[in-house]
T-cell receptor, first 119, second 113 residues
Framework: GAVVSQHPSRVICKSGTSVKIECRSL??????MFWYRQFPKQSLMLMAT?????????EQGVEKDKFLINHASLTLSTLTVTSAHPEDSSFYIC???????????????FGEGSRLTVL | GNSVTQMEGPVTLSEEAFLTINCTYT??????LFWYVQYPGEGLQLLLK?????DKGSNKGFEATYRKETTSFHLEKGSVQVSDSAVYFC????????????FGKGTRLSVIA
């Protein structure tokens, strides 16, 4: 199946700093990527839909200015957590659909996830 | 809107026991249905999927059948192993490029020897 890679897998930062997480589609081009957030022992919450060449679409309650999403190319989307605080500590996961092959089976491919810890 | 409801855990089973994790969904269209698994400290892995009514997805001894009449996609395994201990997420997705996956809350399974 298609491969999506996230980097870094783990990051620890000080409160007030910004952290960038990269999501790459390695063997396909993704016009759309999705960013999810997972709190400990909870489900995945959709944060935003990242669209190549245009602004991301954020879900209700997600702060656009805190979670900056950029989708500058067909293989890369980035999530920047600005002025991070301890409550931003979480597991962030990106996913994408592989549009090649013509038929959409609905499957999304996930990155490995990035665990952010803000001290 | 679309939603997924799955049984709450945690579920604790002895090795070789039979597993069922219930999942029901609400959808306006005809979505694809998925089970994802998350092992401790890791990301999500697709376990199995079904794209239309009466399809049966299967993988690693796990099975789930897309039941349109009951809007269900229950996960089953005949004989669980300790290595199956993980969190299992039921999910659905409508067709279309910009539609995300909608997840259930997840069910934590612990299998003891």
């Amino acid at each position: 199946g298609a491969v999506v890679s996230q980097h870094p897998s783990r990051v620890i930062c000080k409160s007030g700093t910004s952290v960038k997480i990269e999501c790459r589609s390695l063997d396909f081009q993704a016009t759309t990527m999705f960013w999810y957030r997972q709190f400990p022992k909870q489900s995945l919450m959709l944060m935003a839909t990242s669209n190549e060449g245009s602004k991301a679409t954020y879900e209700q309650g997600v702060e656009k200015d805190k979670f900056l999403i950029n989708h500058a190319s067909l293989t890369l989307s980035t999530l920047t957590v600005t002025s991070a605080h301890p409550e931003d500590s979480s597991f962030y996961i990106c996913s994408a659909r592989d549009p090649s092959g013509g038929t959409d089976t609905g499957e999304l491919f996930f990155g490995e996830g990035s665990r952010l810890t803000v001290l | 809107g679309n939603s997924v409801t799955q049984m709450e855990g945690p579920v604790t089973l002895s090795e070789e026991a039979f597993l069922t994790i219930n999942c029901t969904y609400t959808a306006t269209g005809y979505p694809s249905l998925f089970w994802y698994v998350q092992y401790p400290g890791e990301g999500l892995q697709l376990l199995l999927k079904a794209t239309k009514a009466d399809d049966k997805g299967s993988n690693k001894g796990f099975e789930a059948t897309y039941r349109k009449e009951t809007t269900s996609f229950h996960l089953e395994k005949g004989s669980v192993q300790v290595s199956d201990s993980a969190v299992y997420f039921c999910a659905l997705r409508d067709f279309g490029g910009n539609t995300p996956l909608v997840f259930g809350k997840g069910t934590r399974l612990s299998v003891i020897a």
